[in-house]
C-alpha cells in the first residue's frame, strides 16, 4: 500500500457521511436518553446543595489538587474501593469551592472504575453527571470523552441508536477542540457500527475519514486498527485477496508502533481466512504468529484460544 496516499477502496464511494451535526441539539438530547438509575448509597456519591459561590483561594486549589491526585494514584493501582472513598472526598470538596471542572473529572473516573467492574448502569450515571457538569464548566474535552465512553457502552450492549447519537456528540465536541486524534478514533468506533449493520459502504466512508486523520496525526496505531477493520469489511464480503492485503498492513504498521496486541488480532484473522480457504500450513504458521504475541502480552485467554485452533488444524 502506498502510505502517500488514502486508502484506494475507500476513494471509489460516493457516500459521504454527515459528520456535521448540530452540537447544541445532540448534546440536548443525551440529556433526555441518559438513564435514570438508583444507587446505593454509598456509591451514589450525591451532590450536596451550595448555597453560595465564590472564588476559592490558592490553599483550597492546592488542597483540592492534592485530594484529585491521591484518588487518580489509587485509580492507576487499581485500589478502586478505596478510590472511590477518596474520590467522595475529593467531590465534596470540590462542590465546595464550586470547582465545577474538577467535579465533572471526579464523576467522569468514577464513571470509569464502574466501567470496570461492568457496573455499566452506574458508569452510564456517572458519565452522564460529568458531560453535564463539564457542559457548565465549558470543558468540552471532557464532555467528549464522558459521551464517547457512553457510546462505547451502548454499543457493547448492541443499542445502535444511543450509541450512534453519542458518538456524534462526541465527534462534535472533538471537532470543536481540533482534537484530531479522538476524532480518528470515533469516526472508526462509527465505521465498526456500520460493519456490524453490513452497511459495508459507509462504515468504508467512515474509515475512510478516520484513516485520513489518524495519518495526519502520525498515529500508527491508530491507522493500523481502521485498516485491520477495513480488512473485516473485505473478509465479509469474500474478497479474501483485498483482506489479506490490509491486513498485512495493519501488521506492518502496529510492528512498527510496537502494538503487539494489534498484530497478534491481524494474525489471526489472516489465519482465518487461509483456514476458510483450506490453506492448512498458511493458517498453522499466522495462527503460531498471532500465539507467540498473545503469549509475550500475557494474554492466556488469547493463547488459549489460538491453541486451539492449531489443535484443529494438526489433528
Not at 4 to 22: A, D, R, Y
Not at 118 to 132: I, Q
Not at 257 to 277: F, R, V
Not at 280 to 298: H, P, R, V, W
Request: hydrophobic share 30%; net charge neutral.
Amino acid at each position: 500500500m502506498d502510505y502517500n496516499l488514502s486508502i484506494p477502496e475507500i476513494e471509489k464511494t460516493e457516500e459521504k457521511p454527515s459528520v456535521e451535526k448540530n452540537t447544541k441539539e445532540i448534546l440536548s438530547q443525551q440529556q433526555e436518553q441518559s438513564p435514570q438509575i438508583q444507587t446505593k448509597s454509598e456509591v451514589n456519591n450525591p451532590l450536596p446543595q451550595i448555597t453560595t459561590q465564590k472564588t476559592p483561594s490558592k490553599l483550597e486549589n492546592i488542597r483540592l489538587q492534592n485530594l484529585y491526585s491521591n484518588f487518580e494514584e489509587l485509580i492507576d493501582k487499581g485500589n478502586y474501593a478505596k478510590a472511590l472513598s477518596e474520590g467522595k472526598k475529593a467531590l465534596i470538596f470540590a462542590q465546595k469551592i464550586d470547582d465545577k471542572n474538577t467535579q465533572a473529572k471526579i464523576f467522569l473516573n468514577v464513571a470509569y472504575i464502574f466501567d470496570e467492574k461492568n457496573n455499566l448502569s452506574h458508569s452510564l450515571k456517572n458519565y452522564n453527571k460529568a458531560a453535564t457538569l463539564a457542559k457548565i464548566s465549558g470543558d468540552k474535552e471532557t464532555q467528549a470523552k464522558a459521551y464517547y465512553n457512553m457510546a462505547s457502552i451502548y454499543d457493547d450492549l448492541g443499542k445502535i441508536d444511543p450509541a450512534l447519537d453519542h458518538y456524534h456528540a462526541a465527534l462534535a465536541l472533538d471537532g470543536e477542540t481540533e482534537n484530531i486524534k479522538d476524532q480518528a478514533q470515533t469516526l472508526n468506533s462509527i465505521g465498526n457500527i456500520y460493519t456490524v449493520k453490513k452497511d459495508y459502504k459507509k462504515a468504508l466512508n467512515y474509515y475512510k475519514l478516520a484513516f485520513g486523520l489518524a495519518k495526519n496525526e502520525a498515529d500508527k496505531t491508530g491507522q493500523a486498527s481502521i485498516l485491520s477493520n477495513v480488512a473485516g469489511v473485505f473478509r465479509d464480503l469474500g474478497i479474501d485477496k483485498k483482506a489479506l492485503n490490509y491486513y498485512k498492513e495493519s501488521i506492518k504498521i502496529d510492528s512498527e508502533a510496537g502494538n503487539c496486541s494489534g498484530c497478534a488480532k491481524s494474525y489471526e484473522q489472516a489465519g482465518d481466512i487461509m483456514l476458510k480457504n483450506g490453506r492448512f500450513d498458511k493458517a498453522t504458521n499466522l495462527y503460531g504468529k498471532s500465539l507467540s504475541l498473545a503469549q509475550e502480552i500475557g494474554d492466556r485467554n488469547w493463547s488459549g484460544r489460538i491453541t486451539e485452533k492449531i489443535d484443529q488444524i494438526t489433528l
